[in-house]
């Protein structure tokens, strides 16, 4: 596949630009800022420079010649709700605009662990778990081929490549980013996940054999 990674300058986004080679898709890295263009460019890895803030127009001339997006940008803990409304819900919902006037065939969306059930938000981030419930809610609805993975508390412990995946994981636990990305290495393009959504959290499981067990 040729998918634009948004937010590829994030922990996960590094993960997703060194793996994705690896698993066969062309990336193209998504940043913000001259200085992370450059770098990029100097280790010969495709990027374009451009913002969720930008209009839905320009996002959309950035992913031509892309045939999937993998969205995992995100304001951060540190910016107030304003910015989680905007980035995390306004430029999510933005870049899948985008992706429907491009002819996307493949949206990947880096949600959170149980985003999709209220009871589960965790009260001190309530604004950051109403983004991306609604963010992916209007993915879901959107009619974009859409996987979504809600991975549990991100660590940036090594790969292990074992993992719990499942539509509903009722417990605290972490992942690491560079499972994450592996999971979305797999996923990527694999028609048999799209119109899927689930839970992640490290596991006992080998990924591929994981994910197979949803189908
Ligand atoms: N932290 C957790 O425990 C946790 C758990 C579950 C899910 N998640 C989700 O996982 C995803 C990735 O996490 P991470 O740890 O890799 O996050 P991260 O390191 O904070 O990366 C987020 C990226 O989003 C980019 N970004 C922010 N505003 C943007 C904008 N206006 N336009 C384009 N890009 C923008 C940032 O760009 P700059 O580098 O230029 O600042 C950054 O590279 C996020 O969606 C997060 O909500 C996190």
């Known amino acids: 596949m040729r998918p634009l990674v948004i937010g590829a300058n994030g922990q996960i986004g590094r993960?997703?630009?060194?793996?994705?080679?690896?698993?066969?898709?062309?990336?193209?890295?998504?940043?913000?800022?001259?200085?992370?263009?450059?770098?990029?460019?100097?280790?010969?890895?495709?990027a374009v420079r451009a913002s969720l803030s930008d209009s839905v127009e320009h996002l959309t001339k950035i992913m031509q010649g892309h045939d999937s997006?993998?969205?995992?940008?995100?304001?951060?803990?540190?910016?107030?709700?304003?910015?989680?409304?905007?980035?995390?819900?306004?430029?999510?919902?933005?870049?899948?605009?985008?992706?429907?006037?491009?002819?996307?065939?493949?949206?990947?969306?880096?949600?959170?662990?149980?985003?999709?059930?209220?009871?589960?938000?965790?009260?001190?981030?309530?604004?950051y778990y109403v983004a991306k419930h609604y963010a992916d809610k209007e993915l879901i609805r959107s009619g974009l081929n859409y996987t979504i993975v809600r991975p549990g508390r991100l660590s940036n412990e090594p790969a292990s490549?074992?993992?719990?995946?499942?539509?509903?994981?009722?417990?605290?636990?972490?992942?690491?980013?560079?499972?994450?990305?592996?999971?979305?290495?797999?996923?990527?393009?694999?028609?048999?996940?799209?119109a899927h959504s689930f839970d992640l959290l490290a596991g006992r499981d080998n990924i591929q054999q994981a994910l197979e067990a949803i189908l």
């Open 69 to 127: 997006v993998i969205f995992t940008a995100g304001s951060g803990a540190k910016t107030g709700a304003d910015q989680t409304l905007l980035i995390d819900l306004d430029g999510a919902v933005k870049a899948m605009e985008a992706s429907t006037q491009a002819g996307i065939e493949h949206f990947v969306m880096v949600s959170a662990i149980g985003a999709h059930r209220r009871e589960r938000w965790n009260e001190a981030l309530k604004a």
């Open 161 to 194: 490549g074992k993992v719990l995946v499942a539509s509903d994981i009722c417990q605290e636990g972490s992942i690491a980013r560079a499972d994450v990305a592996a999971v979305i290495c797999t996923v990527l393009g694999d028609k048999r996940f799209y």
């Open 15 to 46: 993960q997703l630009i060194s793996q994705l080679p690896l698993s066969g898709h062309h990336c193209t890295a998504m940043v913000r800022s001259n200085d992370q263009f450059q770098q990029l460019e100097e280790r010969g890895i495709a």
